[in-house]
């Protein structure tokens, strides 16, 4: 369900009265994105489920006390999803380590174009942890989860212009970690693979 920006802050007016249809709206339109960009940052996915329902359990708690200011309601629980993934990897030290995925899907026999799907997925796991923090949140925030600028911009507790120059660098220093020409675009690339592939 596809909520606009008036129908969301009516909701959140609603659930803060405790109407519980309302904040199953709220849930129903943001549990998808939410969980998209904690499964970017944390590597199982239970960890991902998990993480997401402390994220709206939180949401619900606080609720009360939100107060828009101008401020997004998305930003503002895309915040409390950041800070819940912050803690999270501070506090666990047995994440699978991207050698690990390799060596795993090395030994797996995969149809060719699985596995050259997978070294691709590789690659840019690898890219991504080249990446300063920062970087790999915004990409998060804006690619992972569909948050705009201003709404990444308050998840992170930082200036839209901002969040914009760390998403510039951040694709910068991946096309740069991948071999990928900046002046090719998307349709000239997959054009020359399919080539390549004869396909």
């Known amino acids: ?3 606009d920006d008036a129908a969301i802050e009516r909701c959140v007016e609603q659930a803060k009265a405790g109407d519980a249809e309302a904040y199953g709206l709220i849930f129903d339109h943001y549990h998808e994105p ?3 960009y904690i499964a970017s940052r ?3 996915p239970t960890d991902a489920e998990d993480l997401a329902q402390t994220v709206f359990v939180k949401a619900l708690e606080a609720l009360p006390r ?3 200011r101008g401020i997004p309601f998305g ?3 895309f915040r409390l999803a950041r800070n ?3 803690d999270f990897v501070r506090t666990r030290h047995d994440h699978l380590e991207l050698d690990v995925l390799q060596e795993r899907s ?3 026999a995969l149809p060719d174009e699985i596995l050259v799907a997978r070294q691709q997925i590789d690659a840019v796991g690898i890219a991504l942890t080249a990446l300063t923090e920062e970087q790999r949140d915004a990409i998060a925030l804006r690619f992972f989860a569909g948050l705009s600028a201003r709404e990444a911009a308050v998840a ?3 200036q839209e212009g901002t969040v914009r120059g760390l998403q510039f660098r951040a694709i910068a220093a991946l096309r740069r970690q991948l071999g990928i020409d900046v002046t090719e675009s998307l349709p000239m690339m997959i054009r020359r693979e399919r080539r390549e592939r004869g396909i």
């Open 156 to 158: 992170m507790g930082k």
């Open 1 to 3: 369900m596809s909520l």
């Open 106 to 108: 090395a030994n797996q």
């Open 84 to 86: 819940a993934v912050i």
């Open 34 to 36: 939410i969980y998209r």
């Open 75 to 77: 930003g503002w629980l």
């Open 42 to 44: 944390v590597h199982r």
């Open 66 to 68: 939100y107060e828009s």
